[in-house]
């Protein structure tokens, strides 16, 4: 199975394309969409960008699957807002291809990639350099970019079996300040 993984950012988006056959796992190309070109007030402009960028990419490359990092609400409200707005462009060039998309977080796939999940960056560069048997170091965007595609390629026939067993529910993601539930 070819999968597309997505580090999504307003200036900096990372994609990484592997194949993977059972736990045989072969790179295919990875790179970042930069949108620094455009003015920092532009943003019908950097989320255009982010979309076609991603359309080219999954046109390219030909992913039967995408795997997207799930964001964090940051200490910057308007920052999470921003980065949850190139997410969307991101997701909706890859549905617009009615590619299947799945959703993990940093910390899941530094778990999966590294071992621990508050693993540094540098960390998550090495052992994707170590995993696909690459040269040298992937930056940072595209190693965990190609993180999330090996994140999705082990989790994601344990989850695919799952699902078959029993229907699964997205469970909407909230943040409670001082264990308060409403």
Request: charge should be positive.
């Given at each position: 199975m070819?999968?597309?993984?997505?580090?999504?950012?307003?200036?900096?988006?990372?994609?990484?394309?592997?194949?993977a056959q059972?736990?045989?796992?072969?790179?295919?190309a990875?790179?970042?969409?930069?949108?620094?070109?455009?003015?920092l007030?532009?943003?019908p402009?950097?989320?255009?960008?982010?979309?076609d960028?991603?359309?080219?990419?999954?046109?390219?490359?030909?992913?039967?699957?995408?795997?997207?990092?799930?964001i964090?609400?940051?200490?910057?409200?308007?920052?999470t807002?921003?980065?949850?707005?190139?997410?969307?462009?991101?997701?909706?060039a890859?549905?617009?291809?009615?590619?299947?998309?799945?959703?993990?977080?940093?910390?899941?796939?530094k778990?999966?990639?590294?071992?621990?999940g508050?693993?540094?960056?540098?960390?998550?560069?090495?052992?994707?350099?170590?995993?696909?048997?690459?040269p040298?170091l992937p930056?940072?965007?595209?190693?965990?970019?190609l993180?999330?595609?090996?994140?999705?390629?082990?989790?994601g026939?344990?989850?695919?079996?799952?699902?078959?067993a029993?229907?699964?529910?997205?469970?909407q993601?909230?943040?409670?300040?001082?264990?308060?539930?409403?």
């Amino acid at each position: 199975m070819r999968i597309l993984g997505i580090d999504p950012g307003l200036q900096t988006t990372g994609f990484g394309v592997i194949e993977a056959q059972g736990q045989a796992l072969r790179y295919v190309a990875s790179g970042t969409i930069r949108t620094t070109a455009l003015a920092l007030g532009d943003l019908p402009g950097r989320l255009k960008l982010l979309f076609d960028g991603i359309a080219e990419v999954a046109q390219r490359y030909q992913p039967e699957a995408a795997a997207v990092e799930i964001i964090f609400v940051n200490v910057n409200p308007q920052s999470t807002l921003l980065l949850g707005q190139a997410r969307g462009a991101c997701i909706t060039a890859l549905v617009a291809r009615d590619l299947p998309v799945a959703e993990y977080t940093a910390l899941q796939m530094k778990k999966a990639v590294v071992g621990h999940g508050r693993a540094a960056k540098s960390q998550v560069q090495e052992m994707v350099r170590r995993l696909l048997q690459l040269p040298g170091l992937p930056g940072p965007d595209a190693a965990d970019a190609l993180g999330l595609a090996i994140t999705h390629a082990h989790a994601g026939a344990a989850m695919a079996r799952l699902g078959s067993a029993a229907p699964l529910q997205r469970r909407q993601h909230a943040m409670f300040k001082g264990g308060r539930s409403y």
